[in-house]
């Protein structure tokens, strides 16, 4: 039971555009999201959260949403550069806090 | 450079065999925690320690294992390997004072190609 999902595998962009990538949860009780970037033969790495108490959170080009009410939170990348080409996912941490459940990740590409 | 180092990078080995991953986790980072991301696949969880202690278990099969050594470095065992095993393998750790928000620190990962 996939509780984290990101239902496009992929999304092409331009630079300079803005960039949105999705992502949908079956969980109520989560209460915290994070985004990671991980780029081919690398680690993944963390780039933004937002708390279940917030619908918005910014730093610098990054922004991510939440929509509790449709449990739904999306990332906006603006502008998008060609070095945000990176797979991206979406992940919470599990209800006990004893694990991070990862979405299957979009792959983004952003086009000079 | 996260901190959190994988030993070793590339691994190829035949099914049946037996092979173990090593991880090194940050300065200070109690808890470790080992993924897998099959090709095309998402990160799997498979399992957390935290302090040497086994704190949660997700989709990690019984031909697995894994441990937490007293210096804090943790290694996942992966027997009669099968062709299916090949995955990319991460390890993990986080601060205490991250706990509770997911943010991990990821090494690079292990590549195991089973042939």
């Known amino acids: 039971d996939q509780q984290v999902k990101q239902n496009s595998p992929s999304l092409s962009v331009q630079e300079g555009r803005i960039s949105i990538l999705n992502c949908d949860y079956t969980?109520?009780?989560?209460?915290?999201f994070l985004w990671y970037k991980k780029y081919p033969a690398e680690g993944p790495t963390f780039l933004i959260s937002i708390s279940s108490i917030k619908d918005k959170n910014e730093d610098g080009r990054f922004t991510v949403f939440l929509n509790k009410s449709a449990k739904h939170l999306s990332l906006h990348i603006v502008p998008s550069q060609p070095g945000d080409s990176a797979v991206y996912f979406c992940a919470a941490p599990g209800t006990s806090y004893d694990k991070v459940i990862f979405g299957p990740g979009t792959s983004l590409s952003v086009i000079p | 450079d996260s901190g959190v180092t994988q030993t070793p990078k590339h691994l190829i080995t035949a099914t049946g065999q037996r092979v173990t991953l090593r991880c090194s986790p940050r300065s200070g980072d109690l808890s470790v925690y080992w993924y897998q991301q099959s090709l095309d696949q998402g990160l799997q969880f498979l399992i957390q320690?935290?302090?040497?202690?086994?704190?949660a278990k997700g989709n990690i099969l019984e031909r697995f294992s894994a441990q937490q050594f007293p210096d804090l470095h943790s290694e996942l065992n992966l027997s009669s390997l099968e062709l299916g095993d090949s995955a990319l393998y991460f390890c993990a750790s986080s601060p205490a004072s991250k706990t509770n928000t997911g943010e991990l620190f990821f090494g690079e990962g292990s590549r195991l190609t089973v042939l």
């Open positions: 969980n109520s009780m989560f209460d915290y």
């Open positions: 320690y935290y302090n040497g202690e086994e704190r």
